[in-house]
């Protein structure tokens, strides 16, 4: 079982940018692809960007492409999420997830197997 854990949101203003990290919890995510996911008040959850194991491959949803980054630092165990000019239509719940199959750029929530609590991100304009 991997025990994944976010951490980074917060409160910020339109045009701000802001970092979600990732990490398992004594466990290395090396071996995993990872995903990051949101959920609105009142929609559904959905992925938004994804790495593979290797970290050669990513995949963004077109509503962050060109402003969002994802990347990982093996030595480290850490998956980021760079969040640029943020909107307030970025306010949601962000969730992490690794996957320890393959994954597809439609970033689907079915193809990962372990979940994040999720962090709380809060864009005000």
């Known amino acids: 079982q991997v025990q994944v854990v976010e951490s980074g949101g917060g409160l910020v203003q339109a045009g701000d940018s802001l970092s979600l990290t990732c990490t398992a919890s004594?466990?290395?995510?090396?071996?995993?692809?990872v995903g990051w996911f949101r959920q609105a008040p009142g929609k559904e959850r959905g992925g938004i960007a994804c790495?593979?194991?290797?970290?050669?491959?990513?995949y963004y949803a077109d509503s962050v492409k060109g402003r969002f980054t994802i990347s990982r630092d093996k030595a480290k165990n850490i998956v980021y999420l760079d969040m640029n000019i943020l909107k307030p239509e970025d306010t949601a719940m962000y969730y992490c997830?690794?996957?320890?199959?393959?994954?597809?750029?439609?970033?689907?929530?079915?193809?990962?197997?372990?979940w994040g609590q999720g962090t709380q991100v809060t864009v005000s304009s």
């Open positions: 004594g466990q290395s995510l090396d071996d995993y692809a």
């Open positions: 790495v593979t194991w290797s970290g050669k491959v990513t």
């Open positions: 997830a690794a996957a320890d199959g393959a994954v597809t750029s439609a970033i689907l929530s079915d193809e990962y197997n372990y």
